[in-house]
């Protein structure tokens, strides 16, 4: 299957700055990737999907101010936690969809802001 | 909400026995997927159901769908202790692009 890389798969920042989280597709050309975020012991939210060479498209109640993201590529798409507070202290993982819609996901980055 | 609902939440079990996990769902879909997520990793992919179809092996692994209950489950047979995870289950919705998760069952397999 499709091989995602997530970076940094931890990350530990002081409130108030800002996080880029890179999500890359190692072996397929991703036109759209999608984000999560997923906190302790609870499911996968759907935050946005990624499209490539356009803007991304946020869910109801997301920000799209604070949780900035850039599909410049086929093979990379970006999300950047802008101005982080504790709350935004999360797990955050990126994914693809596969041949026939099975998804492959990144290894997931924790967030923690202090 | 589109999410899918899990049941049990959590589910602690003996090495050796069978473990039976269940999504229930809201809409209509294309397909049904399970995934597998260990602690504080991403999810991996497990076994994927398609709406014609009733029931799908593979491996040690056992799925069935009722799309007129909109329901599935999931039966892991003869556990072992590497078992030991979050699993999810996850739709495919129709009209939708994206997939929809379920809430999880953490299952613990006790050596």
């Known amino acids: 299957g499709a091989v995602v890389s997530q970076h940094p798969s931890w990350v530990i920042c002081k409130s108030g700055t800002s996080v880029k989280i890179e999500c890359r597709s190692l072996d397929f050309q991703a036109t759209t990737m999608f984000w999560y975020r997923q906190f302790p012991k609870q499911s996968l939210m759907l935050m946005a999907t990624?499209?490539?060479?356009?803007?991304?498209?946020?869910e109801q109640g997301v920000e799209k101010d604070k949780f900035l993201i850039n599909h410049a590529s086929l093979t990379l798409s970006t999300l950047t936690v802008t101005s982080a507070h504790p709350e935004d202290s999360s797990f955050y993982i990126c994914?693809?969809?596969?041949?026939?819609?099975?998804?492959?996901f990144g290894q997931g980055t924790r967030l923690t802001v202090v | 909400s589109q999410q899918g609902e899990e049941d049990p939440q959590a589910l602690s079990i003996q090495e050796g026995e069978n473990a039976t996990m269940n999504c229930s769902y809201k809409?209509?879909?294309?397909?049904l997927q399970w995934y597998r997520q260990n602690s504080g990793r991403g999810l991996v992919h497990l076994i994927l159901i398609r709406s014609n179809e009733r029931e799908k092996h593979s491996g040690r692994l056992r799925v069935t769908l009722d799309t007129s209950k909109k329901s599935s489950s999931l039966l892991i047979t003869a556990s072992r202790a590497a078992d030991t995870a979050s699993y999810f289950c996850?739709?495919?919705?129709?009209?939708?692009?994206?997939?929809?998760f379920g809430t999880g069952t953490r299952l613990t397999v006790i050596p």
């Open positions: 996850a739709t495919d919705q129709t009209g939708a692009n994206n997939l929809f």
């Open positions: 809409t209509s879909i294309n397909n």
């Open positions: 994914s693809q969809l596969g041949g026939i819609t099975e998804a492959f």
């Open positions: 990624s499209n490539e060479g356009s803007k991304a498209t946020y």
